[in-house]
């Protein structure tokens, strides 16, 4: 059950993040892969700005906020090495 939370997690974190971008036609997949590595990649970011950090301690809110954060830190990167701009 905590794969498939994870699933539509990382699908709702990559529509925003992608919202957010202005970028449209990634697809559910790529929002799903994306959103995922955007929460992993912002937990990453916030432990190492902030050693006490854990997603588990953090209410809701403050989770999906680090992995909007990582989401758009990993499409920015993804549109600059795949050549798609805004």
């Known amino acids: 059950m905590h794969i498939l939370g994870w699933i539509v997690f990382g699908a709702f974190i990559g529509w925003i993040a992608s919202t957010i971008m202005g970028k449209r036609g990634g697809g559910c997949m790529v929002n799903i892969a994306l959103g995922l590595v955007g929460a992993l990649a912002g ?44």
């Open 43 to 86: 937990g990453f970011l916030f432990q190492q700005l902030s050693p006490g950090f854990n997603y588990e301690q953090q209410g809701f809110i403050a989770s999906s906020l680090v992995a909007v954060i990582g989401a758009i830190i990993v499409l920015a990167i993804w549109n600059a090495i795949s050549g798609r701009r805004r």
